[in-house]
């Protein structure tokens, strides 16, 4: 039971490259989420799936793209990424059960230069 | 989003001391969920402690605990014999019945021996 992973670790991106960010979890959750993490701002929602083929966006979605196909994997993808998008990216999923805790992947540092 | 305030940038306590982590929140709920989360330097989340708002009853996991004020909209947490393994970054979270959390911006905790 491997959890919530995260792929890659570490990025470093030119400004208007685009790449994949990915995640996928094998506790059979229905809800996933991705946060970005800035200093002194906490966590903030992008996006977040409640099941397949269903998505959503969160408070801070621009620039930001979410599809899920499966229930073990949701991807996020920067079409064209800007400095402001440099950050610490993480996944969290949990069941349908509001009160369960979210699990947390273990994040990606990404930089855009 | 949910408010949720952690007034607090940063905390020192010596060890086995105690120290207490402010955390106040904003919502017109009446049902919800309240979790501290710990992140160590790995970056990893770490869930320490939840509250159901509908229980009067302060949750309590061995060193922490809390202090629940719901007509307050206040969640603190508290640190007891304070341990060296505990310095790092405490974040506090609302969970509403729409599965979103929201984050304080944290409290960096210093453990001085």
């Known amino acids: 039971n491997a959890g919530v992973t995260q792929t890659p670790k570490f990025q470093v991106l030119k400004t208007g490259q685009s790449m994949t960010l990915q995640c996928a979890q094998d506790m059979n959750h229905e809800y996933m989420s991705w946060y970005r993490q800035d200093p002194g701002m906490g966590l903030r929602l992008i996006h977040y799936s409640v099941g397949a083929g269903i998505t959503d966006q969160g408070e801070v979605p621009n620039g930001y793209n979410v599809s899920r196909s499966t229930t073990e994997d949701f991807p996020l993808r920067l079409l064209s990424a800007a400095p402001s998008q440099t950050s610490v990216y993480f996944c969290?999923?949990?069941?349908?059960?509001?009160?369960?805790?979210?699990?947390f992947g273990p994040g990606t540092r990404l930089t855009v230069l | 989003a949910q408010t949720v305030t952690q007034s607090q940038p940063e905390m020192s306590v010596q060890e086995a001391e105690t120290v207490t982590l402010s955390c106040t929140y904003d919502?017109?709920?009446?049902?919800?969920?309240l979790f501290w989360y710990k992140q160590p330097p790995s970056r990893q989340m770490i869930l320490v402690i939840r509250?159901?708002?509908?229980?009067?009853q302060n949750a309590t996991e061995n060193r922490f605990s809390v202090n629940f004020q719901k007509a307050a909209k206040s969640f603190s947490l508290k640190i007891s014999d304070s341990q060296l393994g505990d310095a790092a970054m405490y974040f506090c979270a609302y969970r509403s019945a729409d599965y979103k959390l929201s984050f304080g911006a944290g409290t960096t905790v210093t453990v001085r021996a």
């Open positions: 509250q159901e708002a509908y229980k009067q």
């Open positions: 969290a999923s949990s069941s349908l059960s509001w009160k369960d805790t979210q699990y």
């Open positions: 919502t017109s709920e009446s049902d919800y969920y």
